[in-house]
């Protein structure tokens, strides 16, 4: 549970700003988005191997 404590005097708006700001470093909405459908574990490893590549690609022409 968050948890955002209001100091006498500040504006609401602000207080909404702290707490929009640690919900997302909380991750709670990319996991509630990753879970939406299953994935299966070979479609991620081919995932993982397509970006791999591509980073490598991206690697070899800057040197």
Partial sequence: MLVVP?????N??????KYKKKFEKTGRMREI????????????????RIKAAYKQRLQS???
């Fill in 6 to 10: 209001v100091k006498e005097g500040e």
């Fill in 12 to 17: 609401i708006e602000r207080a909404l700003k």
């Fill in 33 to 48: 988005r990753r879970r939406k459908e299953f994935v299966k574990p070979s479609i991620l490893g081919r995932q993982a």
């Fill in 61 to 63: 022409k800057e040197i």
